[in-house]
């Protein structure tokens, strides 16, 4: 059983050595160009189907992550839930598999079933009550002391992916475009308005922004989101379908923080069109956990002249991962872009210090 109040202290502790740095770093003005992240392997998104289950997860990756001198951030705690937390209002099932990460059955099998779907009550749905359950638990059991950010958030589109048959969906777009758009809105203000729950909940002075997947403090602000479907849409419906309703979550909570897994590169260009994006996030080549990491000397061709910061994954071959950065932020393009960068790499044990510093001294020299 691990001391919570240890916990809590030591994030104290590390809020106060590495603030002053992260705020530096998001401040467009600040001179602090890069952060390098060391993430443990965690149990935050695996067995999550009980309460304690959760503090349990959320404690064991705040202490691992903690732990570390040689790392620029702060971890939050967060309820997460699984992927599917919005699609559970729709009706969707939850499948639980022991101290496994729970997966998301799709309830609607046509296009005909989601025409003029009834906007749900996430009253009504035990996994997003359960998700404020969790938000109080995490913020009675720490006393308030850590920050927390909001549960997943999906994107619409892969929400709509999780309500209804992912092809149907997709066929959907071509054959009837005002159907699918019709089930969007409903999801975005579904998201809208839980997000609002969640903060209300978890209260703004301790809000984790943009949350999930990113980096997170409370004097940002921004949501989270993962639209994985992009990799297999298209540029112009990822325009077309996804990033209006993007759009309006960054509205709402004054900007947003884009990831997807896999080679979404040619969808890149359009991310012009997204408003007040202040991050993206995607996997180097050197990254194995991901399906099809994107190529570095491709992205850069293709960001070098946008405006937000880049988080990156690289894999565990720091040789790799210093090319890797060298071909991303154009080392033998000195007209490129240089945007802000947030190196997140496995943890790898004894190494880690060493692989922390050749990191630092690479990025150092980039921005030079």
Not at 35 to 47: K, V
Not at 292 to 297: D, E, H, L, Q, V
Request: aromatic letters at 8%; hydrophobic letters at 35%.
């Amino acid at each position: 059983m691990r001391d919570t109040n240890r916990v809590v202290d030591l994030y104290l502790q590390r809020k106060e050595e590495r603030e002053e740095k992260l705020k530096d770093f998001f401040d467009p003005k600040g001179s602090t160009n890069f952060l390098i992240i060391p993430r443990m392997a965690h149990p935050l998104f695996t067995g999550c189907d009980t309460l304690d289950m959760i503090f349990s997860n959320n404690m064991e990756y705040l202490e691992q992550q903690l732990s570390l001198d040689l790392c620029d951030d702060l971890p939050y705690l967060e309820p997460w839930i699984g992927s599917g937390v919005y699609a559970h209002a729709y009706g969707s099932r939850y499948l639980w598999g022991a101290g496994k990460a729970p997966d998301t059955i799709h309830r609607y099998k046509s296009i005909e079933e989601v025409k003029g779907l009834e906007y749900p009550d996430y009253r009504n749905s035990s996994i997003m009550m359960m998700v404020l359950d969790a938000i109080d638990m995490l913020k009675e059991r720490t006393n308030g002391m850590i920050p927390i950010s909001l549960t997943d958030t999906q994107s619409p589109q892969d929400t709509a992916t999780l309500v209804m048959d992912t092809t149907e969906f997709l066929i959907g777009m071509y054959t009837d475009p005002e159907t699918i758009h019709e089930l969007l809105t409903n999801i975005t203000k579904l998201k809208i308005e839980f997000s609002h729950v969640q903060i209300d909940h978890i209260g703004t002075e301790r809000l984790a922004a943009p949350g999930h997947g990113f980096p997170g403090y409370p004097f940002l602000s921004g949501i989270g989101v993962s639209d994985d479907d992009m990799v297999f849409s298209s540029p112009d419906f990822n325009e077309q379908f996804s990033f209006p309703y993007i759009n309006k979550l960054s509205e709402e909570f004054g900007g947003v923080a884009l990831h997807s897994c896999g080679n979404w590169v040619k969808s890149m260009p359009r991310l012009k069109n997204l408003k007040n994006l202040k991050m993206i996030d995607f996997a180097l080549p050197g990254n194995l956990t991901d399906p099809n990491p994107i190529p570095c000397k491709e992205a850069h061709e293709v960001l070098k002249d946008l405006d937000c910061i880049l988080k990156v994954r690289p894999g565990n071959d720091i040789d790799l991962t210093i090319q890797d950065l060298q071909e991303l932020l154009g080392v033998e393009d000195r007209d490129g872009g240089k945007q802000k960068i947030i190196v997140e790499f496995p943890h790898s044990g004894e190494g880690n210090s060493e692989n922390y510093k050749i990191i630092s001294e690479t990025l150092n020299e980039l921005y030079s």
